[in-house]
């Protein structure tokens, strides 16, 4: 599907949701499924089915201009420790819109990176080719679509540890101050998480190895109550019982 670019502002930094337990970036004012199901009604886009690889991004049909998407992330996360290389990224603002009114299927989510240092997540597709010409499309100042022929091949969170939020809450606190080495900390979070799904054969010490290295994030982050901090905290006592 065709993907246009204009100046309309529907999406603001609040709705950009980064769901940690599990994995699932929501973007919209939606809060739940069933808002979503009704939103489908009145959508042009890709859907997620069951036995479906797709995304859910969505389009108004009246306008259609891009007005929401749920992507589960895929895992593991890879942790990089230096800066994303935008040297072949082309920076427009604005918002997407789709060229026909019809439904399409599109996958955004076939690998996805961490940049610590930047505290920026990227999430793309495998027919991205990062040695060619992208554009980069800020809907808002943290969250980017990226286009490659006119078509979106990878979304670009920043400042995402911003974006950490628990289940229950359904818009992001623009107000909290979040340290900086909570980057850090996710960092670690995710290479543990990396070693778990790399390892078909854990010992029990490999385990208990595991749960003492989750445990250690979990005392440093205790202290905080912002709610990226307890969604760090509440993610990692699920890892915890599940191991």
Known sequence: ??????????????????????????????????EI???????YGSFKWLWSDSDTILFNKEDLNFI???????EPIIVKSGKMDKVLLE?????????EERNFECNLSDFTEYYIEEDNLLSYSEKWDRANLSIEVKITSDFS?????????????????????????????????IDSNLCIKLGRFF???????NDDDLTQHGELELKKAFLEIYEEVLPYNELSYVALKDTILNVVDYL
Do not use: C, F
């Open 1 to 34: 599907m065709k993907i246009n670019i204009n100046n309309i502002q529907i999406i603001s930094n609040t709705d950009v949701r980064w769901y940690l337990s599990s994995q699932i970036i929501w973007i919209g004012k939606e809060k739940n499924y069933d």
């Open 37 to 43: 199901e009704e939103l489908i009604n009145k959508s």
């Open 68 to 74: 929401g998407a749920v992507i589960k992330l895929n």
């Open 91 to 99: 920076e427009r603002e604005g918002n997407i819109k789709v060229s």
């Open 145 to 177: 679509v990226l286009l490659q022929n006119n078509e979106m091949v990878g979304i670009l969170i920043y400042n995402a540890s911003n974006h950490l939020i628990p289940d229950v809450v359904y818009q992001v606190d623009a107000n909290e101050n």
């Open 191 to 197: 290479e543990l998480i990396e070693k778990i799904d």
